[in-house]
């Protein structure tokens, strides 16, 4: 089974920077696509940015130019970035990975950008 562990949330003032974390023990780990997704209160998750197994990324417009995904398949581990981040950032972020056969969620990780 795939396990995946998040951490990195937590409150910053906007402006401020966090970097999330995505461990997911799997042994193909290199071979999956890898995303971010968050959920504000009272919002749909949606997918704010991706990473496959060449390296390449997409990100949704409200973050291109803020965030940066990165992975690390040594440490089984990917990375985002989230810079300068604003009140509208707050949500519950997930890691999503795209396993061979299904997808798998982490357990999510709590961002809260306030003053």
């Known amino acids: 089974q795939v396990q995946i562990a998040e951490s990195g949330g937590g409150l910053v003032q906007p402006g401020g920077s966090l970097r999330l974390s995505c461990t997911c023990f799997?042994?193909?780990?290199?071979?999956?696509?890898i995303a971010w997704h968050r959920q504000a209160p009272g919002k749909q998750r949606e997918s704010i940015a991706a990473i496959n197994s060449g390296g390449s990324r997409n990100y949704v417009d409200s973050v291109k130019g803020r965030f940066t995904i990165s992975r690390d398949n040594a440490k089984k581990t990917v990375f985002l970035q989230m810079n300068n981040l604003q009140p509208e950032d707050t949500a519950v972020y997930y890691c999503?990975?795209?396993?061979?056969?299904?997808?798998?969620w982490g357990q999510g990780t709590q961002v809260t950008v306030s003053s």
């Open positions: 999503k990975v795209q396993g061979l056969q299904r997808e798998y």
């Open positions: 799997a042994s193909l780990f290199s071979m999956y696509t």
